[in-house]
């Protein structure tokens, strides 16, 4: 082990140097972004500065004075973490190869088409505003054989992980680190196999074992992250062809054990992990899904060193999605700030809150319109609940190879709203700010909504609306039973209709303004209400035109509900495999699915005439 180990960081630190001697430096004046958001595999040159370690990676000094504040609670914590930022796409870069013994970090740390991190690249993020740096892990890259059994993590990458932990320290930031998603294998602990749940708990403690000996003597500003995303549901991921078996209260459960088995076993390794500040990973890391009072937030025998993780992503076709490219809306602001809200369940229960991942994702530098509505908005309720909010970034707002947040808005909002620039302010002031900062933001959507002189939803209205994603996903429009004419793709017009009984109605959509929808991901007609107002309504369909002529469905539809509230009637819906028992008009050919277009199939313009009925 001793020979291979010397051949490959003597070869590791060969390219490397030959690497530095190539390239720019780190922070120059380059403007070009090394990569897209979201984690799809890629290429890059990686650039190194400085001097190369016998690890393979780039020297750096140990600074951390390995002290631990006892009385410091996580409450107290998370505000001093600011602001956070997330080394996207980095070392959790997935590139695990059964058998390959010879581990090159940067062969993994490059793979998803990021540079080389430097100590510059870390320095530049805290002098953006950001507080802390959240670092992702894939840590089975590093075990050659972990199908097997054997869970040794190759001390290049370990090496390689702490570099970069080093480079937050010294630039005074408080750093995370994970196991992050890491190919899936979360998925054995679901495994129909009791054996494969075994191994996987083995293995779960194994990785923490080997991560909490390497930092055991680290101060707090180092802290550890039980899992991602993929306590929850995804316990139940495929592996070797199989999904799992757990039911949802079962994987609660195992979720909750995971969460207790990860504080157990860091505070049974002793030295400063008797009292470092552990992140709980929610369940599916969702906030939804961490208030249900199912979840639960392990014991400890630390008194007040527990924060909860959880991402913000809502709206998802907005956030990460090409199809709805506007945000702010009445709607939008009653769901964020509800949905922070709920989340004080936690900080009033005593745990600091650690928002690990939120963006409006963007395959640039350039953020996407209305970014700076949701972040104003988003942070002011970070402020107001005292949540440490971690942008989840892969090159793009930040330009690592800059140093620098291009877009100006952006940077000085993250500047604003940073550890050193709030640090003066009573909490009693920061909450009130942040509070008048929200109020204003609304009533400024309530004016744009007054002006735009659209028909809102209303409890004593029945809007009918078509709902509609395209199978690209770029072309969208309210999709979804709770009707909301400001979710959609801007330059789209909807043609809607409000139902005041029986008779003859049009609906429709024009995608003239913002280019052609191509083919159907899910489309249905939709009646806001319709449950409620005119219950045992049905809908028959008498004619669809697509781009002005007549289209033949495959089958027919069929009226239904899936809330007891809104009318739905399926024209493409492939998660429905069946017509469900209390459907209204069936035929032997109804189908959820009597609209199939093909990806090659061009929408310029959608109309439904149909007649509404309640007798």
């Excluded at 949540?387 to 707002?397: I, T």
Aim: glycine share 8%.
């Amino acid at each position: 082990m001793l020979t291979k180990h010397l051949k490959k960081t003597a070869a590791v630190a060969a390219s490397l140097m030959l690497s530095v001697s190539m390239m720019l430096s780190s922070c120059s004046s380059s403007s070009s972004s090394d990569s897209a958001s979201g984690g799809e595999s890629g290429s890059s040159t990686a650039s190194s500065q400085g001097e190369t370690s016998n690890n393979g990676g780039m020297n750096a000094e140990k600074t951390d004075d390995g002290s631990v504040q006892a009385d410091l609670t996580s409450l107290e914590l998370v505000k001093i973490m600011g602001n956070g930022i997330n080394l996207g796409n980095t070392m959790e870069a997935y590139t695990h190869v059964h058998g390959k013994e010879d581990i090159y970090p940067d062969e993994s740390e490059t793979s998803w088409g990021q540079p080389i991190t430097t100590p510059e690249m870390i320095k530049g993020m805290k002098d953006c505003g950001f507080d802390s740096l959240r670092v992702p892990v894939a840590w089975t890259n590093a075990m050659s054989y972990y199908e097997d059994g054997n869970y040794d993590i190759d001390p290049a990458y370990l090496d390689r992980v702490e570099e970069i932990v080093n480079y937050a320290i010294n630039s005074d930031m408080y750093v995370i680190i994970n196991d992050h998603w890491d190919g899936g294998w979360w998925g054995r602990f679901g495994a129909e196999d009791e054996s494969m749940r075994t191994a996987a708990m083995d293995m779960y403690k194994s990785m923490w074992t080997q991560i909490c000996e390497r930092f055991k003597g680290y101060s707090d500003k180092l802290i550890f992250e039980s899992a991602n995303e993929e306590l929850g549901d995804r316990l139940n991921d495929e592996i070797d062809g199989k999904k799992g078996k757990l039911r949802k209260d079962e994987c609660y459960e195992k979720t909750n054990e995971i969460n207790q088995t990860f504080v157990d076993l860091v505070r049974s390794t002793g030295g400063n992990n008797e009292q470092r500040f552990l992140l709980i990973a929610g369940y599916n890391t969702d906030i939804a899904c961490t208030v249900d009072d199912r979840f639960k937030m392990p014991t400890d025998t630390a008194k007040d060193k527990l924060l909860l993780s959880v991402h913000y992503y809502t709206p998802w076709d907005y956030c990460g999605t090409e199809g709805v490219n506007n945000w702010g809306s009445i709607k939008d602001y009653d769901e964020q700030n509800k949905l922070l809200k709920d989340l004080s369940k936690f900080t009033d229960a005593g745990y600091g809150v650690v928002i690990g991942e939120y963006a409006v994702l963007t395959n640039s530098s350039t953020p996407k319109d209305d970014t700076d509505k949701f972040y104003t908005n988003f942070l002011a309720n970070c402020d107001l609940y005292n949540f440490c909010p971690m942008l989840w970034d892969c090159n793009n707002l930040y330009q690592r190879r800059d140093c620098e947040i291009p877009d100006g808005t952006i940077a000085q909002l993250f500047l604003d709203t940073s550890y050193a620039k709030q640090k003066e302010l009573s909490d009693d002031d920061l909450k009130a700010q942040a509070q008048k900062t929200i109020d204003n933001e609304y009533a400024a959507a309530q004016k744009a909504l007054e002006e735009s002189g659209v028909i809102m939803p209303s409890d004593d209205k029945a809007i009918a609306w078509i709902m509609y994603q395209s199978s690209d996903y770029t072309k969208t429009y309210s999709v979804g039973d709770d009707y909301d004419p400001t979710s959609m793709t801007s330059g789209l017009v909807a043609k809607c209709e409000e139902i005041i009984g029986d008779g003859d109605y049009t609906i429709g959509l024009d995608f003239t303004g913002c280019g052609a929808a191509k083919g159907v991901a899910f489309s249905a007609i939709g009646i806001s209400n319709g449950e409620k107002l005119f219950p045992g309504g049905i809908i028959e369909i008498k004619k669809v035109l697509i781009n002005g002529n007549e289209y033949e469905l495959s089958g027919d539809p069929y009226t239904s509900s899936d809330d007891g509230l809104c009318t739905r009637v399926n024209l493409f819906n492939e998660w429905v495999s069946s017509v469900p028992d209390d459907a209204r008009g069936v035929t032997k050919d109804s189908t959820p699915t009597p609209m199939a277009l093909s990806k090659t199939d061009i929408v310029n313009t959608l109309e439904i005439e149909f007649t509404f009925k309640t007798k």
